[in-house]
């Protein structure tokens, strides 16, 4: 199992839409989780941290589940700019290891 | 807004020539990482670095890669004896600890 899976994509959706992507992990002692973007041949850029109680920014929100070791981030309101790969990144408990999911890609149409 | 700088941005190699790639840290980061990116595919741990030593390593970084942070300011990887399949593009990321990663832009590696 990988260590961290993310739904293939890609997802093709109108502006104004609302996306869900998936994310689990197979670590079950890994301690913090975040969800990063990258744009083509660019760096991953940090999008937000996700919180054990779930988080809000702006029109993206994160979920974590502990128990089934799952988390989500929605997009409300797509707009072209949100046109990236997602990355689901997890870091392990007591180590300095961060690790990326494969990524799922958004393409958003006008 | 601070950034993580590296150079060199692209450099083209023969294979089997040693390469060293640069970072320089966001000035009150502690922990230092290299990953790499080989075209089209995901983003792979290579090394992390705290305290002037390596912290973790996966099974990429082999013998041939190493880590150093000479002067207190450069974070460097080298690749002694580069290969084909080193080709890729390297990222040095940087945290002040909360576990947030800042990427520099990368340094694409060519090897010939």
């Known amino acids: 199992r990988k260590e961290v899976e993310q739904d293939p994509g890609p997802f093709n959706v109108p502006e104004g839409a609302t996306v869900a992507f998936n994310c689990t992990y197979s670590?079950?002692?890994?301690?913090?989780f975040f969800w990063y973007r990258q744009d083509c041949r660019k760096e991953p850029k940090l999008l937000m941290s996700?919180?054990?109680s779930g988080n809000e920014d702006g029109r993206f929100t994160a979920q974590l589940n502990r128990a089934s070791q799952y988390i989500s981030l929605l997009i409300r309101d797509s707009k072209l700019s949100d046109s990236a790969t997602y990355l689901c990144?997890?870091?392990?408990?007591?180590?300095?290891?961060?690790?990326f999911g494969a990524g799922t890609r958004l393409f958003v149409k006008a | 807004e601070p950034e993580v700088t590296q150079t060199p941005s692209h450099q083209v190699t023969q294979m089997g020539q040693e390469v060293i790639l640069r970072c320089v840290p966001i000035?009150?980061?502690?922990?230092f990482y290299w990953y790499r990116q080989i075209l089209g595919q995901k983003v792979e741990f290579l090394v992390s670095?705290?305290?002037?030593?390596?912290?973790?390593k996966s099974e990429i970084f082999d013998d041939q890669f190493s880590v150093e942070r000479p002067d207190g300011s450069n974070f460097t990887l080298k690749i002694r004896s580069t290969k084909l399949e080193d080709s890729a593009m390297y990222f040095c990321a940087t945290s002040g600890g909360g576990g947030e990663l800042f990427f520099g832009e990368g340094s694409r590696l060519t090897v010939l």
């Open positions: 670095f705290y305290n002037n030593e390596i912290s973790e």
């Open positions: 000035s009150n980061h502690l922990y």
């Open positions: 670590n079950s002692a890994s301690q913090s």
């Open positions: 996700v919180y054990s």
């Open positions: 990144v997890v870091r392990n408990t007591g180590g300095f290891k961060t690790i």
